[in-house]
């Protein structure tokens, strides 16, 4: 997945990491010792703070002499001069008091309640009064947006930096003040634009700008594409905001008010303009929220002046050590109120250590207006184009746009990273990474661009039941050789069968390919030949057959064909998410293992069957993004609705089709968020073959048998191949990852991170009397079913698993319960399977 790659980025920078050390601590009431949520513990002078959790536990930087704060609001501060010696503090604050004569009132904190609570009234006010600010009141806007993206090493042990081969490009952090070594810096100016009468919005990419050890690797641009899609633009104004690919509820959302407590602080000047100055934080410190400060300004708007958004430490978010979003708008000529800045900063780390991670996202709105919008900026209608010149700029082009002057070490970036590459070891270092990562070998120099590469390697050994062992070589070229046309191949030989295969395809691309040719938008012309074996089980995988993993299965697969295939077909994608194929197909089927292509009518065994077939295809999936990898691209936005429709017509008596046949499959899928309770993945699938045919061309279940599992939803787990043989289908997942609610609830698994997951899935399947071949015994087009193989009743299939995921962050590990057709000899009734995933 998207996820892991971007692990495997951190995970090689992680070796230059260097540990410091941390005080930790917790702030108590000092007269009833009970904690105190939520107080401030910062050093004087030095710009570096921390919040509290809800338990009034803190950890921070341990810098030898300097003077920590301890307050919060209510309280008498206290100050503590740091010794190293020293890795814990425990303070006791004495609440605020007020003398008069020889009596003290002391502030007593009160239970939060909504009712008569002038900050909850506040908030409610500005809640409706949001409507107001909302750009989309006009018939048409557009305004010029920059912004700059970087992902830097953090917090570096300032002791050790005169003697680092680039201490030139070490720079002080505005956002934490610390020292933080800048390896990535992307810039982009866009132009947005609005039209409500179709409520439709493009973005117009003028300029993109990208350098770094990103550039080191010819895939490296995925990890300024996945941070733009994890760390997404803030609107604080919408009932959810999405950031690490999950929906924070918004402090001006619907749900605001019964999510998080809010607490009046003061009245304060923001920019001259009087504003009231409010708290707030979630109801629950583990559920996925803010805490943070908002500015209202003073009047009978109520519009918001400036925002401060912060993601705890002590949330369950997986990676994130802290991150804060700062928003401020200004009013424009005409009254309207904009957003002007908007800046973020995420401290991560794969472990959980001090954060050694930084990403710095800086972001300039300007240029706002409200007239008519010319109708050529609207061709077309993808949603996000990029001009042809957008990414050979000059110079002059970024002194005009760029508000946000680079820093020393960012337009130092080149000439580091090339400082990089001259350094002993580095050769080693990044091939390693590009094996571990892209699981391609490339033939070309380090740094130079890479015209043929070697792989994928996972691929080079596997293991099946007719081949025994089976040895692979691949290979294919780069749009570095050629832009427009591609070739991918392998040979394979299996050691028990003495078996040699192959497999090539030709690809020309119609539009220009910056590395491979399966990079979005497809709008390819496609020839394919191969010669090799398979099950019918390996129709539904994800990865490819012969990665290794996919040899730990939970039963040897004995029923599988050999197959002669060539395919020649057209694939277009739209820029908006319509895609199109159409293609036809030649293949010739053989028995191997334990198959027979035996008729029941007791004619003669059949050793082949040859098929033609032509392929339609469509699907729809508005605004669906991806990354590419070299081994594929990966979707990154899985919030988007999916349906897809395809048909394969087989010609009898058209290039040696023995049979006449027609399947209609139909897909969808929807991840539906349940607020703080996780979210809901829904599967559709279902099919129809309309002829009569041999059970080669009949349906089977879309079943994974392996133990290892990138996808647990998409098929069924305790399924044998080809155990049911249908005409018609239909099978429905819903699988709810519950994002840890429970186990965040429960003392010392709440540390775990742990997430609840729960899927059920089932399936009803009918084989109508024309292709039942009991009810044909004499129909020489009908053959024998294979051993195992029998006919759906009138119960449907179910199956449900229960499972445990983000363990290490990394691996899930899920029961299996067969709940129907469990009476059957050979089948499993109960499993347990295991998944790779990481994400936030």
Not at 447 to 469: A, C, H, Q, W
Not at 486 to 500: K, L, P, Q, R
Not at 541 to 563: A, G, V, W
Request: proline share 4%; hydrophobic share 35%; glycine share 6%.
């Amino acid at each position: 997945m998207l996820s892991k790659k971007v692990g495997l980025v951190v995970l090689f920078l992680l070796t230059i990491l260097q540990m410091q050390a941390q005080i930790t601590g917790q702030i108590l009431d000092g007269e009833d010792g009970y904690p105190i949520p939520y107080a401030s513990v910062s050093y004087k002078g030095h710009h570096v703070s921390v919040v509290c959790d809800a338990e009034g536990k803190f950890t921070i930087e341990a810098h030898k002499g300097w003077v920590l704060t301890f307050s919060s609001i209510g309280y008498k501060s206290q100050t503590h001069t740091v010794n190293l010696a020293q890795e814990e503090i425990n303070i006791k604050l004495n609440a605020q008091g007020v003398q008069v004569s020889e009596v003290v009132v002391r502030s007593k904190r009160k239970r939060y309640s909504r009712k008569n609570n002038p900050a909850v009234e506040l908030m409610r006010r500005v809640i409706e009064n949001k409507k107001k600010a909302n750009l989309e009141n006009h018939d048409q806007y557009q305004f010029m947006k920059y912004q700059k993206l970087t992902f830097a090493q953090n917090d570096l042990d300032s002791s050790k930096l005169d003697k680092s081969w680039y201490k030139q490009q070490i720079e002080l952090s505005p956002y934490n003040n610390k020292y933080v070594l800048p390896l990535t810096v992307d810039e982009t100016v866009t132009q947005h634009l609005y039209d409500k009468s179709d409520a439709r919005n493009r973005d117009i990419v003028l300029g993109l700008s990208s350098k770094g050890l990103n550039k080191v690797m010819q895939t490296g641009d995925i990890l300024n594409n996945v941070l733009k899609e994890v760390f997404q633009d803030v609107d604080i104004y919408q009932d959810y905001i999405r950031l690490v690919q999950y929906p924070f509820p918004s402090p001006l959302g619907r749900t605001a008010i019964s999510f998080y407590r809010y607490y009046i602080v003061d009245t304060v000047k923001v920019a001259n303009d009087s504003c009231y100055h409010l708290r707030f934080f979630p109801n629950n410190q583990q559920d996925f929220g803010f805490t943070g400060e908002l500015y209202i300004i003073k009047d009978s708007t109520l519009q918001l002046k400036q925002a401060v958004l912060n993601i705890p430490k002590k949330s369950t978010v997986n990676f994130v050590r802290g991150m804060r979003i700062e928003q401020e708008f200004d009013q424009l000529s005409d009254g309207q109120w904009a957003l002007s800045r908007d800046d973020m900063w995420a401290e991560l780390a794969i472990v959980s250590s001090h954060p050694k991670w930084l990403v710095s996202r800086y972001t300039r709105l300007g240029d706002y207006d409200f007239s008519p919008i010319d109708k050529h900026l609207w061709r077309g209608k993808a949603d996000k184009v990029e001009s042809p010149d957008a990414r050979i700029r000059n110079e002059k082009f970024w002194d005009e746009y760029r508000p946000i002057p680079l820093s020393f070490s960012e337009q130092n970036m080149d000439k580091f990273v090339a400082n990089m590459t001259k350094r002993k070891g580095f050769g080693v270092v990044i091939t390693a990474l590009q094996l571990a990562m892209e699981n391609y070998i490339q033939t070309s120099k380090i740094g130079e661009p890479s015209k043929f590469d070697i792989g994928p390697v996972t691929s080079m050994l596997s293991k099946n039941y007719v081949d025994g062992y089976r040895f692979r070589l691949s290979a294919r070229t780069t749009a570095n050789l050629l832009p427009h046309l591609f070739w991918d191949g392998y040979v394979a030989y299996g050691n028990h069968s003495h078996n040699t295969y192959y497999g090539t395809t030709i690809t020309y691309a119609l539009n220009d390919k910056q590395y491979s040719h399966f990079e979005f938008p497809r709008r390819n012309i496609v020839f394919d030949t191969s010669r090799d074996i398979a099950s019918f089980a390996d129709r539904y995988l994800t990865n490819n057959r012969d990665n290794i993993f996919m040899t730990f299965k939970t039963h040897q697969t004995e029923n599988m064909y050999l197959y002669n295939r060539q395919k020649v077909y057209f694939e277009y994608e739209t820029d908006w998410g319509f895609n199109a194929l159409a293609g036809f197909k030649f293949e010739s089927n053989r028995p191997e293992g334990l198959m027979h292509f035996m008729p029941v009518d007791g004619s003669p065994e059949l050793f082949r069957l040859r098929t033609t077939d032509l392929m339609v295809g469509f699907s729809l999936a508005p605004g669906k993004t991806y990354v590419n990898t070299k081994q594929r691209r990966v979707p990154v936005n899985h919030d988007v609705a999916e349906l897809e429709l395809t048909h394969d017509m087989g010609l009898k008596g058209f290039m040696g089709g023995q049979y006449a046949s027609n399947l209609t499959t139909f897909k969808a899928y929807k991840r539906v968020w349940l607020g703080s309770y996780g979210y809901l993945q829904l599967y559709l699938r279902a099919g129809a073959q309309w002829n009569k045919v041999p059970f080669p061309l009949l349906i089977t279940p879309p079943t994974s048998m392996t133990l290892f599992q990138e996808n647990v939803n998409s098929n069924f787990n305790l399924l044998r191949d080809m155990e049911f043989l249908n005409d018609r289908y239909v099978m429905w997942n819903a699988a709810w990852n519950l994002n840890g609610k429970l186990f965040n609830r429960i003392p010392l698994i709440k540390k775990l991170k742990w997430r609840e997951y729960i899927s059920v899935k089932g399936m009803i399947g009918h084989l109508t009397d024309k292709n039942n071949p009991f009810k044909n015994p004499t129909d020489s087009r009908l053959w024998q079913f294979p051993s195992g193989s029998r006919i759906m009743g009138n119960t449907p299939y179910w199956e449900m698993m229960v499972g445990v995921h983000n363990i290490f962050k990394f691996f899930g590990v899920n029961y299996v319960r067969r709940i129907t057709y469990r009476d059957y000899s050979g089948v499993d009734k109960n499993g347990v399977r295991f998944s790779f995933m990481m994400s936030f």
